[in-house]
């Protein structure tokens, strides 16, 4: 089945090591997103691609950085992790189709610990 | 400008009577709207949406919902609840042609036995 896969589901990092969450996707969709989800809140947007176009929200730190290398794959870099940045980072993706119908598909989430 | 507004932060429900979430939105485009599903500790999944077409819109799972222009509201409804939509409900706004998309706070929906 076509899906979008977030590895790993669980990761500990020490607090300032550098840790990278790694999303892919079978549906071929040309636009991926970060979400940070913390616990009991709605999902915030940090950035989004649009194919190799990299959409960044105002308010995402700079702490957050994110790669694209092909229509694939795509990672969420955090470069130097504080304890408020543990939370939930969901992946999704959508299909430009032209017709504004942009439904995003989500990936179980990769809930990360900072210590 | 958008937002959206979930009304209702949690509601509870009997198992076998029907499903109300509140949902209301303001778009300065026309906007296209989703209900998401998260139960705990996974990703989002998409119940149902509207982009511009029919204003009653069914989902999966038994859901529907309908879209009213003149209240700005886009109300999650199910005739009967089973144990296992027991999770948080998300209603998200886009605008047509644009990829910012706006979450409300969620509703967190109880199903007693």
């Known amino acids: 089945d076509a899906m979008v896969i977030q590895n790993p589901r669980y990761q500990v990092t020490q607090f300032g090591k550098p840790v990278t969450l790694s999303c892919s996707q079978t549906l071929n969709h040309n636009v991926m997103y970060w979400y940070q989800q913390k616990s009991s809140q709605a999902p915030k947007l940090l950035f989004h691609?649009?194919?190799?176009?990299?959409?960044n929200e105002a308010d995402t730190p700079d702490n957050f950085q994110s790669r694209r290398p092909n229509t694939s794959f795509c990672f969420l870099d955090i470069r130097s992790p504080g304890l408020g940045d543990a939370a939930m980072y969901l992946c999704?993706?959508?299909?430009?189709?032209?017709?504004?119908?942009?439904?995003?598909?989500f990936g179980p989430g990769t809930r990360l610990t900072v210590t | 400008a958008q937002s959206v507004t979930q009304l209702d932060s949690h509601v509870s429900v009997s198992e076998g009577t029907p499903v109300l979430l509140r949902c209301n939105y303001s778009s300065s485009y026309s906007p296209s709207l989703f209900w998401y599903v998260q139960h705990p500790n996974k990703g989002l999944q998409l119940l149902l949406k509207?982009?511009?077409?029919?204003?009653l819109v069914k989902g999966i799972n038994g859901f529907e919902a309908e879209f009213k222009k003149s209240e700005t509201s886009f109300h999650l409804t199910k005739p009967s609840a089973h144990m296992s939509d027991a999770a948080e409900y998300f209603c998200?706004?886009?605008?047509?042609?644009?990829?910012?998309?706006?979450f409300g706070a969620g509703t967190r929906l109880f199903v007693k036995a």
């Open positions: 691609y649009y194919d190799k176009d990299f959409n």
């Open positions: 509207y982009t511009s077409a029919a204003t």
């Open positions: 999704a993706t959508s299909r430009d189709k032209g017709s504004g119908s942009y439904e995003q598909y």
């Open positions: 998200v706004v886009s605008a047509i042609g644009r990829f910012k998309t706006i």
